[in-house]
C-alpha cells in the first residue's frame, strides 16, 4: 500500500521486519533524507565485528542509494569469480576455442551478463547525521528500502539489530539509540547465501539476471513521529455491499482515548468521487489495538480491472485527547479477483490472463527498477502487446511496480523470492521453511492493499517434501486474506500437484508447445486443464530463440556489458559470417515470431484455459543467455515484429481460424472455420465479421462477411465457414486469409500456400541427377556439366546437428545442447533459383515438408565468405556454417548439393518439396545458372565422409531440471 504520514506511523522492534512501506511524501520537518556520500569498507575477511569498524571511521567512499558494482566496488572478474546461479555448461573454461576469452583483461563470459565488479560478502557503510532539538521525545526510525540483504544497524558504537528481508524495505527502531545531536550511523550488509538458503538461481539473487548486489537501492531515510500510530491498514473490497471493510492495527505507547476518521476519493479518473468520511471514537491500550471499520463507498462506487483501472485514496486519521496526531493514505482499487470453476474472474466477469514472466531483468543497474515511471513503461509495453498479466518469478517487486501496476491496470502474480532447488529445498525443516511464511506476510502486509495484486505463489519448481509443504502453506493464505488467490508453486508438468491450489500455473504433456514434427494446422487444442477443475494458467510458454542482437551491445551502458553479446559476435566474425549477423537476427525473429504466434493461438483456441504465462516477451540474459523474448532485456523492440503486429494474435478480442493445413495444390479447396476469442470489457454488440483472401500483391481473389451478431465474453465462439476452391490459382502463389471485427482495430491473418497439381515438364538439357558423388558425376563436373546432388540421408559432417520447423529452446547452454540446435533458415530469396518456388528469406510454414527431419551440413572447410542457398542457422554457442542447400563452381563444371530430400520422386504428401525441385530445375537449365563461388571436389566430399573436426561438450555432470529423470523431482 501506498502510506503517507504526516507524524509518524509505524513502530518496530529493533529485531523485527517492516511490513509497511514508509511514504515518500513525509514532511521536510519529520524526514532526515540518507541519499548521499557515506563511508565504506570491504570486509572480506569478516573482521569488522571483532575490530569494531561501527565505532571507527571508515576510510572509503560509496553513493547511496546504489549497488557496490555501480560505485566500482568490489572484485574484478577472473575465472576464479563465485558466481551466485547453477552452470550446466562449463564449455567456456576448457574449450580451446574459447582460450583468448579467459586472457586477464579480456574475459567474457557466455552464460550471463558481466558485471563491472563482483562481490559477496559483508560490506560497512558508515553516516553521520544531525537529530534536531524538535525530534525530543519522539519515536526515530531508519528506513533502508530494498538494503540486499542481512543488515545489520548500529548507531554510534551501540547495536541495533539485524533484518534480512529481499521483498519489502527493512525498517529499524531507533529510539532507544539516539537522541538530538551528532550520531554515526552505521551499515553491515551481507550478501551471501548463509543459513537462510533460498537457492541460487532464485531471481531473487541470482547472478543469471538482477545480480546478487550489495548495497541499499531505494529510499533511505529518518522519520520521527508520535507515539500513537496507525501500525496497519488493510482494505478489503466488497463489491455486493459497496464497501470497504478497514481493518487497523493500532500501536501506543500509553493508554489514551481517540478519535480515527476514515474517507477516500478517487484520483485517476476524470472526475474525483468523494466518498462520505466515517468516524469512530475508540479508547487506546498500551500496545496494540485492533480495529474494524465499514466505509460505504455509494451508489457510485467505481471498480478496478484492466479497462478502467479506478483508485481510490484512502485518508485515515488519528487524533487524541493528548494532542497527538497520525495520518496514512493508502491507494487501493474495488475490485474482487476470483477463481469461479475453471475460469477467472474480475468483478463477476470473466478475464483471460494473457501474461509474461518477469525475471528481475534490468541490465542497466543490475536490481529493480525502484521508480513508477519506470514500471510504467514496462506495464505499458506489454498492454501494447496485447496481455494483462506478469507473474513474477521467484521475486517479489519494489512497492513501485504495484503503484504502475494500480495505475495501468494490470493482474499480478506475486511470489516468494525462492527457487528452493538447486542446492535447497523446502518441506525439509530447513530455515527457508519459516522464512517463505515471513517473507509473504511481509509481502501481504506492504502490497496487500495494491488492487493489482491479485496473485501469489511460495515461488517456483521446489524440491523436498513439496506437497505436504505447499498444501498448508496454501491453506494458510486462504484462511488470511481472501483479496488473492493462491497456488503453491509455480512449476512445469513433471511436478507434483498441490491438491488445494485455488488455480494451477503448470507445463504439461500437452499444455504448451508446437507439435510441429506433424503438418502444421490451426485445427488442434491444448487438454492439460481437463486434469483439473480451477483455472489453469500455462507455466512459462513459448521459450523460442532469436539470434542475438549485436547492436544491442552498445545499449549496456550501466554497472553491466553484454560480453556475452561480444564472445559470441567475435566467434561468428572468425568463422567467417560477421557480415551475417544482422540476416540471422531478422530471419530467425520472423521464425520465432510465428512461433509465438500459433502457439498463443493454439492456447486462445483451448476451451478451458485460464490464461497463459509467456517466457518471455523480453530476453532472459542469463542461464546461458536465453534470448527467447521478442523485445530485448531493455523492453526494446528488435525490428522483425512490432507491439502492433503481435497484437494482432494476443489480445482481449482475436479472431481465429481453424486451417486443416497451409499448403495446398489448385485442385483443392481452402477451407477454414472462423471464430472469436473476445475477453474484451464486454460482449461485442451487433458486430459483423469480415473476411478476405488476397495475394502478395494484395489483390484481393475473394472476401465475405458474416451477419452481424453479438459475441459474448468467452473463448471458442463461432462464427463462420469459410471456403475458396483454388483452381483459379494457376501458378505457385502464397495467399493471405484476413479476418477482421468491422468497426473496430481487432484483425488477424495467416498466410497459406498453393501449388499447382500438375507441373509442366522440365526439359533437361545436360544435368546429371544423383544421390552420391559417383564417377559419372565426376565425369559430368570435369567435362563443364552441371550436377544436381541429392545427399539427403548421406550426410556425416552434420550428422550430430539436429534440426526442426521450430527453434533452439530456451538455449542450447542450458540445456546441454538438447535439440533442435538451429534457428530456422536463411535464404537467398532473390537466387533465381526460387523462381518458381514463393518464399520470404525465413522459414514459413509452406517449409515444413521440405524441412522436416531433413540433415544439415557443416561446411567448416569451405572457402571464407560462402554462403548456401538454403542456410540453417546455428545456435550462437557454436556458429558454424551450416547447409541445406548450396551451388558452386567445382573444376569446369557446376553443382548444387542438396541435403533435403529432392526429386522427380518426391510424391503429392509433399508439394512444396516438389515445387522447389521444379523451381531448381527450370534455374539449372538456365543461363542464369552461374554460382559464383568456387570449391573443391574434395571438400565437397569430405561432408559425406567425415564427420565434424568439433566436437561439442559441456564439462559439466549436473543438469537442469527438465532434463533430470521424472522420479528425482517428486516429494
Not at 2 to 24: D, G, Q, R
Not at 750 to 770: D, I, M, Q, R, S
Amino acid at each position: 500500500m501506498k502510506s503517507v504520514t504526516k507524524s509518524f506511523a509505524l513502530s518496530l522492534l529493533p529485531a523485527a521486519f517492516v511490513t509497511i512501506l514508509l511514504s515518500a511524501f513525509v514532511s521536510n520537518d519529520h524526514q532526515i533524507p540518507l541519499a548521499g556520500n557515506w563511508r565504506f569498507k570491504i570486509d572480506s575477511l569478516d573482521k569488522g565485528i571483532t575490530e569494531k569498524w561501527f565505532s571507527k571511521q571508515l576510510d572509503d567512499h560509496i553513493h547511496l542509494p546504489g549497488s557496490m558494482a555501480e560505485n566500482l566496488k568490489g572484485n574484478d572478474i577472473t575465472l576464479k569469480t563465485k558466481w551466485t546461479g547453477s552452470i550446466y555448461d562449463s564449455s567456456w573454461y576448457y574449450n580451446p576455442r574459447m582460450a583468448k576469452y579467459r586472457q586477464p583483461g579480456n574475459i567474457k563470459i557466455p552464460f550471463w551478463l558481466t558485471p563491472a565488479k563482483h562481490y559477496t560478502g559483508a560490506a560497512w557503510y558508515q553516516k553521520d547525521v544531525s537529530i534536531p532539538q524538535s525530534w525530543k521525545g519522539q519515536r526515530i526510525l531508519l528506513n533502508l528500502e530494498r538494503a540486499h540483504t542481512e543488515t545489520r544497524v548500529w548507531v554510534d558504537d551501540k547495536e541495533v539489530g539485524m533484518q534480512n528481508t529481499m521483498v519489502v524495505a527493512q525498517v529499524f527502531d531507533l529510539t532507544p539509540f539516539i537522541s538530538p545531536g551528532k550520531h554515526t550511523i552505521t551499515l553491515r550488509i551481507d550478501n551471501r547465501i548463509k543459513e537462510i538458503n533460498v537457492g541460487q538461481d532464485s531471481h531473487s539473487l541470482t547472478d543469471h539476471t538482477q545480480g546478487n548486489w550489495n548495497g541499499v537501492v531505494g529510499k533511505m531515510e529518518l522519520i520521527a513521529g508520535a507515539n500513537t500510530w496507525f501500525d496497519d491498514i488493510q482494505v478489503y473490497p466488497d463489491l455486493k455491499q459497496k464497501t470497504a471493510h478497514i481493518k487497523l492495527h493500532l500501536k501506543s505507547n500509553q493508554s489514551v482515548n481517540a478519535k480515527i476518521v476514515l474517507s477516500a476519493v478517487s484520483f485517476n479518473t476524470q472526475q474525483a468521487l468523494k466518498v462520505a468520511p466515517v468516524t469512530k471514537s475508540i479508547q487506546l491500550k498500551n500496545g496494540e489495538t485492533d480495529l474494524d471499520m465499514d466505509l460505504p463507498m455509494g451508489d457510485k462506487m467505481l471498480t478496478w480491472d484492466e479497462f478502467n483501472p479506478a483508485l481510490y485514496k484512502l485518508t485515515a486519521q488519528l487524533t487524541t485527547t493528548k494532542g497527538q496526531a497520525d495520518e496514512k493514505q493508502i491507494q487501493f482499487g474495488m475490485r474482487e479477483f476470483k477463481a469461479v470453476d475453471k475460469h477467472f474472474e474480475i468483478n463477476g466477469r470473466p478475464v483471460f490472463l494473457r501474461g509474461t514472466v518477469n525475471n528481475c531483468e534490468f541490465p542497466l543497474t543490475g536490481y529493480a527498477n525502484m521508480d513508477v515511471g519506470a514500471w510504467e513503461r514496462i506495464f505499458n509495453i506489454c498492454k501494447a502487446n496485447g496481455l494483462n498479466h506478469i507473474r513474477f518469478h521467484s521475486w517479489c517487486p519494489p512497492e513501485a511496480a504495484f503503484i504502475a501496476a494500480d495505475k495501468v491496470g494490470f493482474y499480478l502474480h506475486v511470489e516468494g523470492p525462492s527457487w528452493a532447488n538447486h542446492g535447497t529445498s523446502i518441506g525439509d525443516k530447513k530455515p527457508i521453511d519459516q522464512f517463505i511464511y515471513d517473507e509473504t506476510d511481509r509481502m501481504d502486509k506492504a502490497y496487500g492493499n495494491y488492487a493489482s495484486f491479485c496473485m501469489m505463489a511460495y515461488g517456483n519448481e521446489p524440491r523436498g517434501r513439496q506437497v505436504e509443504y505447499l498444501t498448508k502453506f496454501v491453506d494458510y493464505w486462504k484462511a488470511k486474506d481472501s483479496r488473492h488467490l493462491y497456488t503453491g508453486a509455480s512449476v512445469g508438468g513433471s511436478w507434483p500437484v498441490i491438491p488445494n491450489n485455488e488455480y494451477m500455473v503448470r507445463a504439461g504433456n500437452n499444455a504448451r508447445g508446437l507439435t510441429w514434427n506433424r503438418q502444421p494446422e490451426s485445427v488442434s487444442n491444448y487438454d492439460e486443464d481437463k486434469n483439473f477443475k480451477v483455472p489453469f494458467v500455462v507455466h512459462e510458454m513459448g521459450q523460442w530463440c532469436v539470434y542475438p542482437d549485436f547492436k544491442e551491445i552498445k545499449k549496456y551502458t550501466g554497472v553491466y556489458r553484454a560480453k556475452n553479446f561480444e564472445l559470441f559476435q567475435e566467434d561468428l566474425a572468425d568463422r567467417g559470417m560477421g557480415d551475417q549477423a544482422e540476416q540471422f537476427l531478422m530471419a530467425s525473429g520472423k521464425l520465432q515470431a510465428l512461433c509465438y504466434k500459433n502457439e498463443i493461438e493454439k492456447a486462445l483456441r483451448t476451451p478451458g484455459y485460464g490464461g497463459f504465462q509467456l517466457l518471455s516477451l523480453n530476453d532472459y540474459p542469463g542461464q546461458g543467455t536465453a534470448l527467447i523474448g521478442l523485445l530485448n532485456a531493455f523492453w526494446d523492440e528488435k525490428g522483425y515484429i512490432t507491439a502492433k503486429e503481435f497484437a494482432r494474435f494476443c489480445n482481449a478480442v482475436v479472431p481465429l481460424s481453424r486451417i486443416p493445413k497451409f499448403v495446398y495444390t489448385n485442385n483443392e479447396v481452402f477451407k477454414a472455420d472462423a471464430e472469436l476469442f473476445n475477453y474484451s470489457a464486454a460482449e461485442l454488440a451487433n458486430k459483423t465479421v469480415s473476411w478476405k483472401i488476397t495475394n502478395s500483391k494484395g489483390l484481393v481473389l475473394t472476401k465475405g462477411a458474416f451477419t452481424a451478431k453479438n459475441y459474448a465474453i468467452g473463448s471458442c465462439i463461432p462464427v463462420g465457414a469459410i471456403s475458396y476452391p483454388l483452381s483459379d490459382v494457376k501458378e505457385a502463389s502464397k495467399l493471405n486469409l484476413e479476418i477482421a471485427v468491422e468497426g473496430t482495430s481487432y484483425v488477424n491473418d495467416w498466410n497459406f500456400w498453393v501449388y499447382p497439381e500438375k507441373l509442366p515438364e522440365v526439359k533437361n538439357t545436360g544435368v546429371y541427377y544423383c544421390t552420391t558423388l559417383d564417377k559419372q558425376a565426376e565425369d559430368v563436373l570435369n567435362s563443364g556439366g552441371k550436377v544436381f546432388l541429392n545427399a539427403a540421408g548421406k550426410v556425416v559432417k552434420g550428422k550430430e546437428v539436429i534440426q526442426s520447423l521450430t527453434p533452439v529452446f530456451w538455449n542450447t547452454s542450458w540445456f546441454k545442447m538438447r535439440p533442435p540446435h538451429t534457428l530456422g533458415i536463411l535464404c537467398d530469396e532473390a537466387n533465381p533459383a526460387f523462381t518458381n518456388f514463393p518464399t520470404s528469406y525465413h522459414t514459413d510454414l509452406q517449409w515444413w515438408d521440405v524441412l522436416n527431419k531433413a540433415q544439415v551440413m557443416i561446411l567448416e572447410d569451405f572457402p571464407k565468405g560462402f554462403k548456401p542457398l538454403i542456410q540453417p542457422i546455428d545456435t550462437w554457442f557454436l556458429n558454424r556454417r551450416l547447409a541445406f542447400l548450396f551451388e558452386a563452381k567445382v573444376g569446369k563444371g557446376k553443382l548444387i548439393v542438396s541435403s533435403l530430400d529432392l526429386s522427380a520422386d518426391v510424391d503429392s504428401t509433399r508439394p512444396a518439396s516438389r515445387q522447389l525441385y521444379y523451381s531448381l530445375q527450370n534455374y539449372m537449365q538456365s543461363a542464369q545458372f552461374n554460382p559464383s563461388s568456387a570449391v573443391d571436389l574434395s571438400v565437397i566430399k569430405d561432408v559425406f565422409e567425415t564427420g565434424s573436426k568439433e566436437k561439442f561438450t559441456t564439462y559439466t555432470k549436473d543438469s537442469p531440471d527438465e532434463l533430470k529423470p521424472k522420479a528425482q523431482k517428486k516429494p
